[in-house]
Nanobody, 120 residues
Framework: QVQLVESGGGLVQAGGSMRLSCAAS????????MGWYRQAPGKQRETVAV???????NYADSVKGRFSIYRDNAKNTVYLQMDDLKPEDTAIYYC??????????????WGQGTQVTVSS
């Protein structure tokens, strides 16, 4: 069984910074892609940033230049550094891992979500 645990989040003023982290534990053989997604009230979940490998990253246009995603494979952890936060970044942020385990093969797993609120 695999679990993802997110940390970070909270309330910050516009222009501030915040870092989210998400750690996986359990029966893990390998982790392929890692990513962060968010869902604002009344909106669909959207991709924020993904890191398919240590040398490749992709960002939503709305966060380019402000957010950075990076991973620590030794700790099975992904981070999202968010700088110059804006009120429109307010949402619940979810991490997602594509994990291969010996018992169940490759599956997608989601974190529990963490609230990020940016005040103006």
């Amino acid at each position: 069984q695999v679990q993802l645990v997110e940390s970070g989040g909270g309330l910050v003023q516009a222009g501030g910074s915040m870092r989210l982290s998400c750690a996986a534990s359990g029966s893990i053989y390998s982790i392929n892609a890692m990513g962060w997604y968010r869902q604002a009230p009344g909106k669909q979940r959207e991709t924020v940033a993904v890191i398919p490998s240590a040398s490749s990253t992709n960002y939503a246009d709305s966060v380019k230049g402000r957010f950075s995603i990076y991973r620590d494979n030794a700790k099975n952890t992904v981070y999202l550094q968010m700088d110059d936060l804006k009120p429109e970044d307010t949402a619940i942020y979810y991490c997602n891992f594509l994990i291969h385990s010996v018992l169940v093969g490759t599956r997608s797993y989601w974190g529990q979500g963490t609230q990020v609120t940016v005040s103006s």
